[in-house]
């Protein structure tokens, strides 16, 4: 008899050793990718770290029992089954297990066919209903759904805002800092709105010079400057009936400042060299991860232009301060990175998200993201250890601690550009790529660091 999906994952908890070797020994013989343990508590680490299709686990244990791992399985995996097993089986016991959630309830002594036929069941049922997500992000259409993964509550009130704003075409910005995913958020509000079949445009402001930034968004007449010998359509006419992104808007200069405000007011564009305006109908959306406001009290970005932006503001936290994403984000990244590279990485160790749960994490989501990739790619097995992450993660949080405080953000932030520039060998224009910001603004971060020194 072999598994009908041999690359399951099991997760066996059971603290009387000579149950727990024969259940690994049949459900490896089965196909099966199988993680034991005889502790409950490594077990509860294990569901924190790794992803699992199904957990088979004993009842009773000493410390934490089956009940306490049914219930974090729950929490941090709802798509996996847990099979309960006990040698003191009553009927309010099992009703109990099949309330909190557990797919099935075997009493001890138990036969080996029951075991795997419970199991096999059990991993068809998690297989179909993945599946059955699969088909549905495809009926979302060719262009994907866009996945914000979270299960904090600020992030979900957050989503929940999006999702209403995103119909009423109104503008929006959104703040947050580097790596955040603001540029996620964007997406999904042009997912969700009317507009989700037309044109969707992202273009960072802070990445061209002021001429070529004007004659990126608004576009020529031909004849206007010399090279000019055709008329060209700006993004903003370009992304008609759909959404323009407009990235690290703070960065576009006063001059442009005027003309997007036009844009905002008349909802037409001026080309350059023209003389009739152009009526448009876009939606736009716009980011930063400076202070805005104190942008516009310095007279950086104009008062007006800001009220016309800021209609709605989503301001997205960072991921220190939703630790209880990073688990949940391991495993999304995991799963992309993965694919992508064709190898079998199931997850990370304990003491490595344990490494991951204390970093602060300076660079965000991006960071992570990368972080995992590089684990993936490094590891030679298919769990992710804590000596396949970056030393500068433990580094930087054990010097701060040996000068006797909490690092400041921007010390954080400042640690993790030189580790980067590291990586890519000190080049500028890599760096600011994997940083996710144009390389005048890395510029700017370095020169500060030298002023201030």
Known sequence: MTAAHPNARLLIVDDEEIALKNLQHVMTREGYAVTATKSGARAMALLEAQEFDVVLTDLRMEKVDGMEILKRCRERHPDAEVVLITGYATAESAVRAMKQGAFYYLAKPFRLDEVRKVVAEAVAKVMLRR?????????DGYRGPV???THDPAMLKLLEMA???APTDCSVLISGESGTGKELFARYLHHHSGRRDGPYTAVNCGAFSADLLANELFGHEKGAFTGATTLKKGLVEACAG??????????MPPAMQVKLLRVLQEREVLRLG?????KVDIRILAASNRDIAAAVANGAFRRDLYFRLN???LHIPPLRDRRDDIPLLVQHFLQKCTARMNKRVLGVSPEAMAVLMAYDFPGNVRELENIIERGAAVTASDTIEAEHLP??????????????RLPTLEEQEMDYIDRVLREVGGNQSAAAQVLGINRSSLWRKLKGREGGG
Request: no cysteine; charged share 30%.
């Open 131 to 139: 599946e059955n997500q699969a088909l549905r992000e495809q009926l």
């Open 147 to 149: 996945r914000i993964v």
């Open 163 to 165: 999702r209403q704003v």
């Open 242 to 251: 759909g959404t323009l992104f407009l990235d690290e808007v703070t960065e």
């Open 274 to 278: 023209g003389t009739r305006p152009v």
């Open 311 to 313: 209609v709605v503001d």
């Open 391 to 404: 030393a500068g993660l433990t580094e930087m949080t054990s010097v701060r601690r040996r000068e006797g």
